[in-house]
């Protein structure tokens, strides 16, 4: 029989090799290709989410010809593809449309359906806001209309707190597509109430402007993570920081930074934790990005960072509010993409399709489940 101090020391060692439990990782059906092609590319940026027993993933972008650096032209797609829980084969057809191709807006997962909004084509960015709900026993999809933002968004980051949904950061036009402090909400809960139920614009918080920030709503916050400030003419800022904003005082407040950037990445909450999935460092964004302002000139060079690229980041990294404090929560066994939601779904983080290295999109859906604590 362990002695009381020996029960005492195992009660403290007990959530540390809990902590230590990696997540478990496996793949779901891969994106297949649309009604009438023969190859799928992958999607960058697509909506995402489930309803019901069923994951929707919708629009985004890809390089379906040829890569960026072989003059490869992206395109935008209004395909939408439905797995149903416990099935091996995604679901498409002409009728599983999105209003008009899209991609680089936001989603989430709701009773009612997936909202999807903002987003952009390769010309210009939009306001609208809609629902996508899928009905498993006609196998049709819905698209609903809601509350249009208060001004064009994409690029930006999602939250969510209760029935609230709120948008940061993104940029309101393709040229000259400058990086913005937009912050709106809109609460789900006043859908119906004529007057009511529309976006609000939020305070911002005291950090630059930013596209491709991370966020994630905890214990009644919105907290808001890295991104980049694109400058005319100059190196990109690329952010590491971190912000916390509470609804009740609408105030913001600095909070522990992540370890390195995460522009781009997927959160998902995971117990008492925001979780971050992998994100770009920004280290070889500024690599390339040096060639594009002539600071550094051979062309070569330049396509050989691309084509050389070892991905994306592979880590997890965890923020822990109560502590205000981060860890490491395991490694992937590869690259994990950019440009794609965490959607929660039966007990794991669902990561389908996205961006693994510049210009290369994958067609894999991978799922994480984090060990039980």
Known sequence: MLSAHLMRFAALLLPVLALAAEPRFSSLPELPPGPGQTRQAGQAAPFAGVHGDALIVAGGANFPHAMPWDGGAKVWWDEVFVLERGADAWRTGKNLKLPRPLGYGFSFSTPEGVVCVGGCDATQCYREVFLLAWDARRTELTTTALPPLPAPLAFMAGAQLGSVIFVLGG???????????????????????????????LPAWPGPARIVPVAAGLGGKVFLYSGREPRPGRAAHILADAFAYDPAVRAWRAVAAPPRAVMAAAASVVGG????????????????EAFDLGVSSPAVAKRGILETHPGFARDILAYDPRRDAWRQVALAPEPLPVTTIAVPWGGAIILPTGEVRPGVRTTAVLRVAPAAR
């Open 273 to 288: 934790e925001i979780w971050i999935l992998g994100g770009d460092d920004g280290k070889i964004f500024a690599q390339l």
């Open 171 to 201: 940029q309101h036009d393709m040229k000259p597509g400058a990086p913005t402090r937009s912050f709106f909400a809109l609460d789900l809960a006043k859908r119906g109430r004529t007057g009511d139920f529309r976006w609000e614009e």
